[in-house]
């Protein structure tokens, strides 16, 4: 059953998603679709979370400003991220 509550979600989200995806070119090794949902979860935890019902409503009252802060603050998550998990893979594979 569909409720209203079906249409809330983080913001951040669909970035996070699409800058992993992009990321991962450079991570080959991390290509394995669960990896890159570990580092997309990874990059979520270290973002604030924005929760809204529509893209447009947040979107709408961000000045460029908050624009580029939040892109920045995306990619430097994804980047952690990425190095979190490559680490955390690394240390399993010596065991």
């Known amino acids: 059953m569909s409720t209203v509550f079906d249409t809330i979600h983080n913001h951040h989200e669909r970035s996070v998603f699409d800058a992993v995806l992009t990321a991962s070119t450079r991570f080959s090794h991390l290509s394995d679709p669960h990896i890159l ?5 990874v990059a979520l935890n270290r973002l604030p979370p ?3 019902r529509h893209d447009v409503d947040f979107s709408f ?4 400003r908050e ?3 939040n892109e920045q603050a995306i990619t430097e998550a994804v980047e952690y991220s990425f190095q ?3 680490a ?8």
Request: with cysteine; glycine share 0%; aromatic share 12%.
């Open 67 to 69: 624009r580029a802060e």
């Open 37 to 41: 949902a570990d580092v997309a979860c």
């Open 50 to 52: 924005r929760y809204i």
């Open 84 to 86: 979190f998990v490559q």
């Open 61 to 64: 009252y961000l000045t460029e």
């Open 88 to 95: 955390k893979v690394a240390m399993r594979a010596r065991r």
